[in-house]
């Protein structure tokens, strides 16, 4: 009887270790592509160097020596040490408010508030989760899904509309990227765009967005309310820990008992929603010629 070999899973490589691999990409390729540059130009508008688009030429070709990657990853620290403090400070100052419960003290308030008006409990706690997350990732307040799902069972809701508060309200503020130091300051940084230029239009962005969502979501919550058995996890949720939890527990999207399948089964309409509006607002804003395009 021939042995049962075991697959063997795979399992994500540690964050160092892929940076490294694309670091080795990058080096390898400098001795396959042809070196270039742009010209820069001043820009009469910010007085700021920006590149020439129009003034690509080929150069000498200037091959990356392996040996020497160990000072380039010094020198680029040195030479961004300033955003490198501002996204590790940024990244402390929420963790501190998590940490002490700030955040958890608002949520109880709006709660308390607000909890018999579906109509204003789910977009004020959609807008608290959307504003922080124009400075921080959706997946650092993954681990507030039981809770919100608690309060949205308690109400007759389902678990969809729980995740949602978090997931859709973070998605709304991170996708905008309004305030974002790690993607929308590095992306400028490295266009040589002015820090936090076309804000005014990531704002409007951010308003189509909420609204849109706000709208989708709580329309999807009252017709929850009228008929649960609408709801795509129904027979999930009539079972569920979490219809008598504890609201100091806290877990992972996982622990909120929201099967992918379903969740997605939901969530694929709205982001073809936001894909549509995005795709509009980006016409529009082309147009009027706002932002640097």
Known sequence: MAEKRLKKQFTMPHTFVILLIIIAAAVVLTWIIPSGSYARVEDPLSGREVVDATSFSYTENQMVNPLDVPMLIVDAFVGNADLIALILLSGAAIYMLTAAGALQALVATIVRRFSSRVEIFIPLLMLVFALICTTQAVNTFIGFAPITVMLALSLGLDSIVGVGIILLGGA????????????????????????????????????????????????????????PTLSPTYDLDKNSEFKNGDLDQFGTLGAANVPYDRWMRFMWKMFLIWLGVGAVLVVIAQMINYGPM
């Open 172 to 227: 709304i503020g991170f996708s905008t990227g309004t305030l974002n130091v790690s993607t929308t300051l590095v992306a400028q940084k490295i266009a040589d765009l002015p820090n936090y230029s076309g804000i005014g239009y990531r704002w409007v962005c951010f308003a189509v967005f909420y609204v849109i969502t706000c709208l989708w979501l709580v329309r999807y919550a009252k017709k929850i309310q009228k008929n």
